[in-house]
Structure formats: C-alpha cells, structure tokens
C-alpha cells in the first residue's frame, strides 16, 4: 500500500493505492496508518487527474477504483460514480437505482463512509429538498466542489 500527498483548491488531499487500484482520496489526516508514502505510476496518474479536474480540465476519472466495503457500500458508490459531471442526485434517488428505495439512511451512511472522495463523487448527493446536507470533508468543500462543477464562481476555503 502506497500514498502520496497532494495540494488541493480544497485542501490537502492524500491518495492511497494498493494492488494496482486506487483505494482511498482522503482529505486532511485521514491516512491509513500502514500506507507507505511512497509514490507509484498509478498515484502519479491519480494527481494529474484531479490537478486536471481542479484546473476545469477534466470531468471523468479513468481510474482503477477498488473501494473497501461492504456489498451495500460498494453498489452505492457504483451509484455515485454514475451521477453525471455537473449534476446532483438525492440519497432517495441512489436508493431507487440500487433497487432499495427504503435504505435511503443506509444510503447517506454508505455516501458519508466513501473512501475515494471527489473521484467517486459524493459531493453530488444533496437532500431531496435540494439542501446540501452532510459531507466528510465539510459543507464548505462540498460547496466548492459542486460550484466548481457548475462553473459558478468557486468559494475560497
């Protein structure tokens, strides 16, 4: 298991692979312990994709993802990676799509415990109201992150 740290618009982000596949964007200090900070090609490649996304260059990860967590976990954040660049779903609408419209609280638990942030996106799941409920990394960054995706005038952090 590898990691490197990176400068972010949203703060430092710390990007973890092992196996081959990405398996955590963490933002501040939530590092796993056993982590290497070590750099690899994949890591490379992962903070030249998110300095494109945070430079309004890209909209779409072509990365290999390995989440850690349960089959529940893993379907919604399948679901979340579906939510198109821009655009913004609601934990009811996840929880329709992966077939379980009741788990809409499992839903925001699964959202809230993902450990990709900003490339599995996240910060695109908002209240059915519309209200910008509850992110990991803050409602500041959450708000940055969907501003910037809209290309609305980005907040400072």
Not at 32 to 45: F, G, K, V
Not at 106 to 130: D, E, K, Q
Request: charged content about 20%; some cysteine; proline content about 7%.
């Amino acid at each position: 298991m590898n990691c490197i740290e990176m400068k972010s618009p949203i703060g430092k982000l710390t990007l973890v692979e092992d196996g081959g596949a990405l398996t955590g964007v963490y933002m501040e200090t939530r590092v796993p312990p056993e982590a290497a900070r070590q750099r690899s090609a994949l890591l490379d490649r992962a903070r030249a994709q998110l300095d494109a996304y945070f430079a309004g260059e890209l909209e779409a990860f072509d990365l290999p993802l390995e989440p850690r967590g349960t089959a529940f976990q893993r379907s919604v954040w399948s679901a979340l990676v579906d939510i198109p660049f821009g655009e913004t779903s609601s934990y009811g609408m996840i929880a329709k799509r992966i077939g379980r419209p009741a788990a809409v609280r499992a839903v925001g638990a699964a959202n809230g415990s993902n450990p990709i942030a900003v490339i599995i996106p996240c910060h695109r799941v908002i209240g059915s109201n519309g209200s910008l409920t509850g992110y990991g990394g803050g409602i500041p960054r959450k708000k940055w992150l969907l501003n910037h995706e809209t290309r609305q005038p980005s907040l400072t952090l």
